[in-house]
């Protein structure tokens, strides 16, 4: 037998000690605040979780890149220490849902909304696939005491964290009481939101960590075991596929119930797996030697190797040539799985249902017998293994076991975006928490993107305390923003609705207000000019004009009325420059004229949280003007905290939070 396997059964080798309480049945003696378990002498394990990565959907080239790097993350595994990776289907917890998720109701006169819209959350809840799935790495070494084994994790860990963000997932420590709360989950499905564990204070009382974890009721039996008020039952994985494809996990653990499937690693170091591969092989070739040595003797020198000589042959030079020439190592592997229902008969029914699935893969499911108990400790993320069915398999054939699916969006207190299309959860995302939360909605004619837009701005108006801001070029926000109690705007030549385009308070801009608004109106006469070139000197006259027309307003510390574009026509008068007076010229038609409709004194409600500029029947000639005003009032009030922007002219939104 390899040497390094022989080692490693001999340290989970225990003897076999008949459990007395419900308590017996975690294999856990000791823990430690900062997530390590010591699970038996000496044997210590400490818990990774990892997220999943796009590799359902990704294109083929992706997708083997995402092999490879996944297989470098399998090589890099200790060949002193046992790795478990475990995929936990877990159901959603109504209670956690209402909590995480559901609209908080509040004194503003729209609760109403609120709670149609949490119904229609429940609803698309219950639809759902309504299952959360975790993945985690559990890694088990022998040490001394405590502090080898942190020095060893602290290495191992970095290790990783390394490779899995090569692979665009990111890996976390698990606290104690964070690996704690997974078996209790499991072990008392259904009262997940009654879990309470202070560390300290049970070390302070002398309690048993155990007891919080337990189940109630644990009956085994010869196929299948009663957890509670639970049945389960655990698989196991006995024969292998020549080919298997890389999507037989995810198949698998797809099923709507709460289940676990794990994957123990036992890596071989490759010159222990050389020279155990090299001794097969010159065993292979003497018994072809022998075999043609008799049919010599019998003068049949024609003879031909029988096939399964020649296959072993075969076989054993190409996995010999993948460990000396295609980076490839050794693993002894075993898969368990263990699932749960509430009847006997939905668990037997559950069981054909993933037992099929296998044999459509050409590979074939077990049953336990008489091994129930043992296989729950080695599914289970404990760092213990008490099934020894080993695999061998190479690296690339256990990375064909791929844990990996598609990523979940699920964010507290997020926006329901939709139904992930792989995984039919919902998908509840909040864009605050993301680096960069702009985004634009795209497509064609009648896809759906102003009611996309539509129900961020009722979530985000019922939910959160955000201001959204809509300029709407077809009249399609006005009847929804009423309804939510805010302002709509209409803005025309010839609308009784107005906006000083010389509105300014002591946060406009991000440095000096004049110089901010001296651009703006320098930009603003610009498009006033005929042929929008100014005249030499223009600008110049611009900004002492602008200063001067602020001077009293400034001095008032922005408090009082500010000045209008009269105003600055008024001033453009006072200068003895003729380009200043060509330039007021200009302005008559804006200021004096018909399409004065930005000269006036602001008269409309432009604090209110929700505003919506409805610019349809604004004119070829002032629609070049009248976005530039809109634009600077949203500036002038701008918060980038809480502000979102919607500009539905150009079919995008942007938002700076919510």
Known sequence: MIKTLSNILKQDKEAFVIPKKVQDMIPIHTIWPDGIFLNSKNKFSKMYRFTDINYAVASRDDKEGM????????????????????????????????????????????????????????????????????????????????????????????????????????????????????????????????????????????????????????????????????????LLLRDYAAYIRDDMIAEITDINRNLMLSVDVIPIPTDEAVKFVEQRLLGVETNAANWQRRQNMNNNFSAVLPYDIEQQRKETRDFLEDLTTRDQRMMFAVMTLVHTADTKEQLDNDTEEIMTIVRKKLCQMSILKQQQLDGLKTTLPYGTRKIDAFRTLTTESLAVLMPFRVQEVYDRHGIYYGQNVISKNMMIADRRRLLNGNSFILGVSGSGKSFTAKNEITNLILGTDADIIIVDPEREYAPLIRALGGSVIEISATSSNHINAMDM?????????????????????????????????????????TENVYRFYQQGNYQGTPPTLQDFREELLKQPEPEAKSLALELELFTRGSLNTFAKQTNVDTNNRLICYDILELGEQLRAIGMLVILDSILNRIRPEETVIIDREVQSWKTTGA
């Open 67 to 234: 092999f490879l790097e996944y297989s470098e993350l399998l090589n890099s595994l200790d060949s002193g220490s046992t790795t478990k990776i475990t995929i936990n289907n877990r159901r959603l917890n109504r209670l956690d849902f209402e909590e995480q998720i559901l609209i908080r109701m509040q004194e503003d006169g729209l609760n109403v909304y609120r709670e149609e819209y949490n119904q229609m959350l429940l609803d698309k809840a219950t639809g759902s696939n309504a299952i959360i799935q975790d993945k985690y790495v559990t890694i088990s070494v022998v040490r001394k005491n405590i502090d080898d084994a942190r020095i060893y994790f602290a290495r191992v860990g970095a290790d990783l964290v390394a490779h899995f963000a090569r692979l665009g997932s990111v890996c976390t420590e698990i606290t104690a009481v964070e690996r704690l709360r997974i078996i209790h989950d499991f072990m008392r499905t259904g009262e997940e939101t009654s879990f309470y564990f202070d560390l300290k204070d049970h070390m302070k009382k002398g309690h048993d960590f155990r007891d919080y974890i337990c189940p109630d009721i644990y009956e085994n039996h010869s196929d299948y075991f009663k957890i509670g008020d639970r049945f389960g039952r655990v």
């Open 505 to 545: 308070n002591r946060e406009y801009g991000e440095t000096d207000p004049i110089i901010e608004k001296s651009q703006f109106l320098q930009s603003l006469c610009e498009q006033i000019i005929a042929g929008h070139k100014f005249a030499k000197g223009q600008q110049s006259i611009i900004d002492r004009c």
